[in-house]
């Protein structure tokens, strides 16, 4: 899981570098591609005035978003970014062990049973010890104190229980955090923009509709930013923390279902 976040990662940085790169080369291409023309057009003789198009630069998708990612001011952008490609890992990374985690405890509960029917006890245990999932290992700790009262095996499921609910909800706090965490960066960098405009319009002495739009829009770009990461992580947290939910309820039942079991086996042995 660790290499899977690094890859990640990667691949953000480079997702900016790259957004960097082709947004400054075309930059350059745009402004000799205009000084070429200025030059042409200079040498040409005069002619008629015709009347104006203006043209519409047509951009992909992921140009657009490199574009706008770069007009938002890369400083703040980059800190959000950050927060949705480590946010993402931890989602991916989550969804993955809770996946692995979910075990089908009603089959698991009819081989114990045949087990314990049998008065074969350490059969169940091997059953319950090669079983992966937090709800096998609830069975195997319960299972080893049968020998001892029903209140101790109550209690080792119990504490047991609360252990493998931790290890569920692991990194679920550092995913809340980063929702938080992006629409406060997005902010910040939209108050700085604001304080940067206001600084231009200060210094030019006017107030230019180009230059109070320009700065607005650039303040702005970093709050939808922000606000778009937040609302992909918490549609990804609010799915995990279902996926807890329904794990934890389903080793509850299993956990009642397993004393009635270990009860009616001591009562035969």
């Known amino acids: 899981m660790k290499q899977l ?29 205009k000084t070429e023309q200025v030059e042409e057009k200079a040498a040409e003789p ?52 809770l996946n692995l985690a979910t075990t089908n405890s009603t089959k698991l509960l009819k081989k114990v049973s045949a087990k314990l029917d049998d008065n074969d006890l350490d059969g169940a245990r091997e059953i319950c010890k090669s079983s992966r999932g937090p709800i096998a290992s609830i069975f195997y700790q ?11 095996v109550e ?25 938080a965490l992006a629409p406060m960066l997005g902010f910040m960098g939209t108050v700085l923009g604001m304080i940067g405009a206001f600084d231009a319009i200060e210094a030019a002495g006017d107030i230019s ?12 770009l970093t709050t939808v930013f922000g606000l778009v990461v937040a609302i992909i992580l918490q549609i990804f947290y609010n799915y995990l923390v279902s996926k807890v939910d329904g794990i934890v309820n389903d080793m509850e039942d299993a956990s009642i279902s397993l004393v009635d079991l270990v009860a009616d086996y001591k009562k035969r042995a």
Request: with cysteine; hydrophobic share 50%; glycine share 10%.
């Open 5 to 33: 976040m690094t890859l990640l990662a990667l691949m953000g940085t480079l997702l900016i570098s790259s957004a960097n790169f082709n947004y400054v080369y075309a930059q350059d291409g745009a402004d000799a591609d």
């Open 46 to 97: 005069v002619k008629a005035a015709e009347p104006v198009k203006a043209e519409v630069e047509e951009l992909t998708g992921t140009e657009w978003l490199k574009k706008q990612f770069i007009d938002g001011g890369w400083q703040f952008m980059t800190l959000v970014l950050i927060c949705l490609i480590i946010g993402l890992a931890i989602c991916i990374e989550r969804i993955i062990s």
């Open 142 to 152: 319960g299972l080893s104190r049968a020998d001892q009262s029903i209140d101790v």
């Open 155 to 179: 209690k080792a499921i119990v504490s047991y229980g609360g252990v493998q609910m931790g290890r569920l909800e692991r990194g679920l706090v550092w995913i809340s955090l980063f929702i």
């Open 209 to 220: 509709p180009s230059l109070v739009a320009g700065g607005i829009k650039v303040a702005l």
